[in-house]
C-alpha cells in the first residue's frame, strides 16, 4: 500500500527536520469515529498510487485519536485534514518543517470533505521543487 499509517513519534520526527532526504510528506489527518475520513480513504490511497513513481513525495495516515492535541499544535480544527510537511535535513536542528494545512474546502463534498482535484492541487502547489 502508497499510503503508511504513522505514529506520534514519526510525526515528531517529520515536524522537527529529522528525516534523512528532503522529501514532501502528504499526511491524511483522520479519526476513527469520522464517517468523512473513512470515505475519504479510498480516495487518499488513489491519490498516493499516482505519485507512486515520485519518491520525494510519500503518504501518511494519523489518527488523531492518538494525541488529541496535534490539532491544537499544527492550527487546524476537526478531521479529515491534509497536510503538507517539508523536512529539510538540512536546516538548523532548532527549526521546524515547513508544513501547510489544506484551507477548508469553500464548497465541502458531501461525502468525503475534499475532492480529489483539491487535494492535488494542494499537494502540487506545495510540494518541494
Known amino acids: ?7 506520534s513519534e514519526g510525526l515528531e520526527l517529520i515536524l ?3 528525516v534523512m532526504a528532503p522529501v514532501t510528506c502528504v499526511i491524511k489527518f483522520y479519526s476513527n469515529g469520522c464517517h468523512l475520513c473513512h470515505a475519504l480513504q479510498d480516495y487518499y490511497v488513489d491519490i498516493a ?7 520525494n513525495v510519500v503518504f501518511y495516515a494519523y489518527n488523531v485519536d492518538d494525541d488529541p492535541s496535534i490539532e491544537k499544535k499544527l492550527g487546524f480544527d476537526g478531521v479529515p485534514t491534509i497536510v503538507v510537511a517539508s523536512p529539510n535535513p538540512e536546516a538548523p536542528p532548532r527549526l521546524r518543517a515547513k508544513y501547510k494545512v489544506m ?3 469553500e464548497n465541502p463534498h458531501d461525502k468525503t ?3 480529489v482535484r483539491e487535494i ?6 506545495n510540494k518541494i521543487k
Do not use: T
Not at 1 to 7: A, D, F, G, L, Y
Not at 49 to 55: G, I, N, S
Open 1 to 7: 500500500m502508497s499510503v503508511n499509517r504513522i505514529s
Open 16 to 18: 522537527s527536520n529529522k
Open 103 to 105: 484551507p477548508e474546502p
Open 113 to 115: 470533505w475534499y475532492r
Open 49 to 55: 498510487d499516482k505519485y507512486a513513481l515520485d519518491q
Open 120 to 125: 492535488i492541487e494542494f499537494i502540487e502547489r
